[in-house]
């Protein structure tokens, strides 16, 4: 029987560059390089461990034509030699395992940027106001700065090609500077770089001619565009076709094409999982009628939709990001016939971009811990001698514990009181956009079978039960309960839930109310507005919801609670929840009762101690805690407090 992913491992051709299959690593910041202007062992590592598993093509994230271009952002200094030695020690890396490398270089974020220290303006392809900062108006960018602008693509692409880079990948994506001269509503330009569409594309076209200058006919220069800004203004797919003939006539060898700016961030630039798998597969089709070039795409793509993809036609290469984030390995285990093995990406953006985002450190991933770290966290040795080890929960965070115990070398068994694993994880993956949750729990079904851990399910581990006394370790990831304030009262009914429990048996009912409108309860009235007519108030005390989701996922339920006209309440206190409704008093002190059919709670979660702190007395060396139970948090705390846990074993 043939490979399904047979055509994935076919391999293809840019410019006389011969990649080994269709799967390309997305072109992704990490925030690995040094101060100097050189790679970590870190992000050189992150790099190899790719290559190593079997993509074909790497890109590197953005990096810049000058350090005040880089505004503050880590980058390999390509504009200086000093970065060339480590850069050509990845590139021999990734070389040893028969991947190419594509260095990608941007010319600037523009209007996009911000202010640092130091600097008093921002420049554009004229006088647009900053995307942060409307007020603040960049400058236009002078002819002269254009020229000089020339030189340094040269200066970099000389040192790409001295470093032993493959390919060189121009960044005009997203709305960034090179964006922003070839789209009409940000180049006002009245010279020979504004007015007509050869004009807007004059700035670009040049800068790939500046490159052809230095790296020579027979060097592959690709070029990623978004295709459809996806906002009223922005540029549409009719006229982006077109910009895709005057580059193929300015020397592109191979288009990598998406869609969004960052007026669409959430969407397009960093997607989330409401906007399920292959989002921006759909711009590859008009782009096919303007280019016999390579086309490339990216865009939350699973080993299913690229290959559907590639089948119409319409693309050539694959581009996977998060995904490769969260198993390098996933191009060995397809083309070994391991489809099964491929452990999911969430669409989280929790540890990848929410790091860099959040924490201003380098990108990790919620399901794989050791990103990142792969040279002192990947590798999971057998211990000497083998534990045993019982798992109570079989929640994410215990899940990970079983499995990384297991490989290495303990008997391990998981207790898990209902009738099947995933805990509150699963639960709450309802809907359809939740899918690669769902894949996540088949995906430690598989492991944990393969792996020979004993699950019992529908066994609940008493406080004071001797059962456990025949174990070395106990891990304990028993997980949260839900916590509704002490000044709330809330009636036993069976038309009054908690958030968990209305994923679990559904609301059929088309009024209803959610009190607390934090992730959890913003994610549940997205669900139940988008699953029919149903009439959806949320009640939050404080002046904005979503607090806790990560910045860009909050932009998509914002936008997701308008579209589909959710009623938000802010700044309004639940009083009270009974079988009629909800009794809430406003910031003024104003109460009001609101009708309702079906009432959810949503206040959010506390640790479950019971089971832990009996276990914790009877058994006080041999217990680790994991997830909600010790310390309420997302997925990735959890998932990563398992993985220490096993890994941590002696």
């Known amino acids: 029987m043939s490979n399904p992913y047979d055509l994935l491992m076919q391999p293809i051709y840019i410019n006389g560059m011969r990649i080994k299959n269709r799967i390309s690593l997305s072109p992704m910041g990490t925030f690995t ?62 070389h040893r395992w028969g991947a190419k490398v594509s260095l990608q270089l941007s010319c600037g974020t523009g209007r996009n940027g911000v202010l640092l220290p130091g600097v008093d303006h921002l420049v554009s392809a004229s006088d647009n106001p900053s995307f942060y900062n409307p007020s603040l108006i960049c400058k236009e960018m002078t002819k002269d700065e254009i020229a000089e602008s020339m030189e340094a693509w040269k200066t970099c692409a000389g040192n ?31 010279d020979e770089y504004g007015g007509s569409l050869e004009n807007r594309c004059r700035f ?23 295709l459809d800004h996806r906002f009223n203004g922005g540029r549409t797919l009719a006229e982006s076709g077109e910009i895709l003939t005057i580059l193929e006539d300015a020397g592109v060898d191979a288009f990598d094409v998406d869609a969004g700016s960052y007026e669409t961030m959430d969407s397009c630039v960093f997607p989330t999982a409401y906007g399920g798998e292959s989002c921006m597969s759909y711009v590859c089709e008009e782009a096919r009628k303007h280019t016999s070039k390579p086309i490339i795409n990216a865009g939350t793509h699973s080993p299913e939709t690229a290959i559907a993809l590639l089948e119409s036609g319409n693309a050539d290469i694959i581009q996977f990001g998060r995904q490769l984030i969260a198993d390098p390995e996933f191009p060995n285990k397809l083309k070994a016939g391991h489809r099964e093995d491929v452990r999911p990406c969430l669409i989280c953006n929790e540890e990848c971009i929410g790091r860099i985002f959040d924490r201003l450190t380098q990108l990790s991933c919620t399901v794989n811990p050791s990103t990142g770290l792969e040279d002192s966290m990947k590798e999971i040795k057998p211990l000497p001698t083998p534990h045993k080890v019982a798992v109570i929960g079989a929640g994410p965070g215990g899940l990970e514990a079983a499995r990384v115990a297991a490989l290495r070398g303990c008997d391990v068994t998981v207790y898990e009181k209902t009738d099947k694993i995933g805990g509150t994880f699963l639960q709450i993956a309802t809907a359809d956009w939740k899918k690669r949750l769902r894949d996540l729990i088949t995906w430690y079904d598989v492991q944990l079978e393969k792996a020979g851990v004993k699950v019992v399910l529908n066994h609940e581990i008493a406080p004071d039960s001797d059962e456990l006394d025949q174990y070395d370790d106990i891990f304990v990831a028993v997980g949260g309960k839900p916590f509704v304030p002490g000044m709330i009262h809330v009636d036993e009914a069976a038309n009054i839930l908690d958030v968990t429990q209305a994923h679990i048996h559904g609301v059929d009912t088309d009024d209803v109310i959610i009190c607390g409108g934090g992730y959890s309860g913003c994610d549940s009235a997205i669900e139940l507005a988008q699953s029919g007519k149903k009439n959806v108030t949320i009640v939050e005390m404080t002046d904005d919801v979503a607090t ?25 206190k639940v009083m009270s929840v009974t079988t009629e409704g909800v009794k809430v008093v406003d910031s003024e002190g104003k109460e009001q009762f609101l009708n309702g059919q079906t009432m959810i709670t949503a206040f959010g979660t506390v640790p479950d101690r019971t089971v832990v702190d009996a276990v914790e007395a009877k058994y006080p060396t041999k217990v680790a805690v994991i997830g909600d139970c010790n310390k309420v948090g997302k997925t990735a705390a959890a998932i990563r407090d398992g993985y220490y846990a096993a890994m941590a074993l002696q």
């Not at 070839?182 to 180049?187: D, F, K």
């Not at 001619?209 to 592959?220: C, D, I, L, T």
């Not at 910045?551 to 802010?570: A, F, G, H």
Request: charged share 20%; hydrophobic share 45%; aromatic share 8%.
């Open 33 to 94: 390089p040094m101060q100097d202007g050189t790679d970590s062992d870190e992000g050189i590592r992150y790099y190899e461990e790719r290559a190593k598993g079997g993509v074909g093509l790497i890109n590197t994230g953005a990096m810049f034509l000058s350090e005040e271009l880089a505004q503050g952002s880590p980058t390999i200094a390509v504009w200086d030699h000093r970065a060339i030695p480590k850069q050509t020690v990845m590139i021999e890396r990734c």
């Open 160 to 190: 790409a090609v001295l470093a032993g880079y493959d390919a060189i990948e121009i960044h005009a994506h997203a709305g960034y500077l090179m964006d922003q001269f070839m789209s009409s509503i940000w180049n006002r330009r009245t």
């Open 204 to 226: 670009a076209a040049e800068a790939v001619q500046a490159v052809r200058s230095v790296v020579g006919p027979k060097f592959p220069i690709i070029y990623r565009i978004a």
């Open 548 to 572: 806790n989701a990560m910045p860009i996922n909050k932009s998509t339920i914002i936008r997701l609670l308008d579209e589909l006209n959710i009623n938000v309440m802010k700044n309004t």
